[in-house]
């Protein structure tokens, strides 16, 4: 099914980016969709204004789960249209209600201009709320995700927020980051954010053997470009 509201590129025969360019570009998060040979995933699901799953081309019957990195609004969006839910345990229960604050989705509504194109007729931002999602596995450090041909090992990377993670598939060198790191501006002064995590994170993620990494916001980035991001944080 096409959609015009999220813009797909291919990055390698398992992996497509879809983002929403749309949405003001603070809030526009990038979404991932990782094939498996038995199971598919999907990293982080934007900001829920128009239905995610039926524009993935996903295969019928092969099961999918969506992971969300941390509980930021950009990042959970379409999180209830899956039956498999994953997230931290650091804000388990919290994707039941999905609280203002801790995804901020209040902050959304009250911007001037949240989207440059409405997602809907008649949509609003005042109508803007996140669809209750409760987690159907909980995930902590070290816990692996199987897609059949390869697997993720979760690793806690707090800093940004209290409960963000990431995911390193050791065999092939590809890590996805969420908001601990991507390749724009770090955001790290926000409600919940704490420097002295983040700065951990950063020095444990300099060691990490990575080809390739994706974050939550920004292009991918290879493990060069990695340590720059890290060493200019660490600069600060």
């Not at 390698?12 to 990038?30: G, K, M």
């Not at 609003?124 to 669809?131: G, K, Q, S």
Request: glycine share 10%; aromatic share 8%.
């Amino acid at each position: 099914m096409s959609d015009d509201w999220f813009v797909r590129r291919s990055v390698d025969r398992q992996t497509t980016l879809l983002t929403e360019p749309y949405v003001d570009s603070y809030f526009s998060a990038n979404i991932w969709l990782v094939r498996g040979s038995e199971v598919d995933l999907v990293v982080d699901t934007g900001m829920g204004l128009r239905p995610l799953r039926p524009v993935l081309d996903l295969t019928p019957g092969k099961p999918v789960l969506a992971l969300a990195t941390h509980i930021h609004l950009d990042h959970v969006g379409g999180l209830a249209e899956f039956g498999h839910r994953l997230g931290p345990r650091q804000s388990a229960e919290a994707f039941a209600t999905m609280p203002d604050a801790l995804t901020f989705a209040d902050e959304y509504r009250e911007i001037a201009e949240p989207v440059s194109r409405l997602p809907s007729p008649g949509w609003v931002p005042a109508d803007y709320r996140l669809m209750p999602a409760p987690l159907t596995r909980i995930l902590d450090e070290g816990d692996v995700i199987d897609l059949g041909d390869r697997s993720f090992r979760v690793l806690e990377l707090p800093g940004h927020s209290p409960d963000g993670i990431g995911l390193f598939d050791e065999k092939n060198g590809v890590f996805f980051g969420g908001d601990a790191i991507y390749d724009e501006e770090l955001l790290d002064d926000i409600p919940g954010s704490d420097n002295a995590a983040y700065r951990r994170t950063m020095e444990r993620l300099k060691t990490l053997p990575i080809r390739i990494g994706h974050g939550g916001h920004g292009p991918s980035f290879d493990a060069k470009r990695m340590r720059e991001i890290i060493d200019d944080y660490l600069a600060k």
